[in-house]
């Protein structure tokens, strides 16, 4: 792969994410890919047109920032908002076709007033049944929906909560959250409403989670939403990512000598140390050095030696003689037999894989693989 300027950049494997969606639309319900964050942080845009050419029948963002992007570059399937929208957001909202979920009736009286001219809007009512976040509660649900179903400029056209514990398919809380939207879903209020509760995890593991339509996100970018039970490959699921740099010094150091910001690393014995452009300031987490993170040069390992900088790393290639500047190297993905996933990434971070790849900045180059 060549590159210009500098040769740190991101692969995302745009069929890898069809074949992950394509294994989403098995559950049977209409599958609306959550591409909130700039897609996780592998492209909003990209991944979008990858999945309308598959035939993706709505897509998901928190913002009405984020849909702004996404229509702009042609996305027209209908498009659902999490996260509602800002005061002055509102005419916004209605000239994007977005459907916000609301979770406040104050919300809707705001976009209500914001219509004109026989524009309407379509709304989907968030219920909390369990996750303890956004929404009215099941209770306040046949008044909620009978206010808002009065509002001009507003159709409701759905109901949609969020699972607490998918990620744990047995934890008694999921077969409560499901009852308790059944529950909702019995309201006269309620006939004719579309609905929609599972996330990756529920579409994965709970499949009486389906309902009429799913929001699948990090299952799509090729992690399992059952880490660290579960693994991507047990799922079928596809990596998506991988992440690429280039050695640009290699130094020999005595045994003895102090490495980087505070000295923290200390050769213990006479050693080569690679110098690669990414750091932090790239989404390479600083709790990795220090021995915490590997990469791969020749299908190799080689760990982090010292503190994570902004704008680089090193790490000990003592093991790996040939290793010359000007050699790939491999933070994320496969090189030769081993392989670096988001899933490994983050177990050394003690976090989980969505973090790993939204934290990847935009200063990576972004190059896409059809
Ligand atoms: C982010 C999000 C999703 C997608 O969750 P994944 O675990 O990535 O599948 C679905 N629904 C809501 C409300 C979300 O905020």
């Known amino acids: 792969m060549t590159i210009t300027g500098r040769p740190t950049w991101l692969e995302i494997d745009l069929k890898a994410i ?3 969606y394509r294994l989403a639309t098995r559950c049977g319900a209409g599958v609306w890919p959550v591409v909130k ?55 916004q909202v209605g000239r994007l076709g977005v459907e916000p979920f609301l979770f406040r009736l104050e919300d809707g009286e705001r976009l209500s007033q ?13 219920i909390d049944t369990g996750m303890g976040r956004l929404g009215v509660s099941p209770e306040e649900a046949p008044a909620a929906l009978a206010s808002l179903q009065r509002l001009p400029g507003l159709r409701v056209v759905g109901l949609v909560s969020h699972l607490a514990c998918a990620d744990t398919p047995d934890h008694p809380a999921n077969r409560w959250q499901i009852e308790r939207l059944r529950s909702v879903l019995a309201l006269p209020e309620a006939r004719g409403l579309r609905v929609s509760l599972a996330n990756s995890a529920g579409l994965l593991a709970l499949p009486e989670s389906c309902f009429d339509w799913v929001r699948p996100g990090i299952m799509l970018y090729g992690a399992s939403p059952l880490f660290p039970a579960r693994r991507a490959k047990e799922e079928g699921l596809r990596p998506v990512v991988s992440w690429h740099s280039t050695v640009v010094q290699v130094r020999s150091a005595p045994a003895g000598a102090p490495l980087g910001y505070g000295h923290t690393a200390v050769t213990q014995r006479p050693s080569r140390i690679a110098q690669l452009p990414v750091g932090y300031g790239d989404g390479y987490c600083r709790c990795l050095g220090n021995g915490v993170g590997q990469v791969l040069v020749a299908g190799r390992r080689a760990p982090v030696v010292g503190r994570v900088c902004m704008d680089l790393l090193a790490v000990d290639v003592t093991e790996l003689p040939g290793v010359a500047v000007g050699d790939e190297v491999t933070l994320l993905g496969e090189d030769g037999d081993d392989f670096i996933g988001i899933e ?27």
């Not at 983050?346 to 896409?368: F, K, M, Q, S």
Request: hydrophobic share 45%; with cysteine; charged share 15%.
């Open 18 to 20: 069809v074949h992950n």
């Open 37 to 91: 964050a700039d897609g996780y942080g592998l492209g909003a845009v990209p991944v979008a047109l990858a999945l309308q050419r598959a035939g993706a029948e709505g897509f998901c963002v928190s913002l009405v920032s984020e849909a702004e992007v996404l229509r702009q570059a042609g996305i027209t399937q209908p498009m659902a908002l999490f996260s509602g929208f800002g005061v002055g957001e509102e005419s």
């Open 114 to 126: 914001a219509m004109r001219g026989g524009q309407s809007v379509a709304v989907h009512l968030k």
């Open 344 to 370: 490994e990434m983050a177990h050394w971070c003690h976090t989980i894989p969505y973090e790993v790849i939204c934290r990847l900045t935009a200063r990576n180059t972004r190059l896409y693989r059809e």
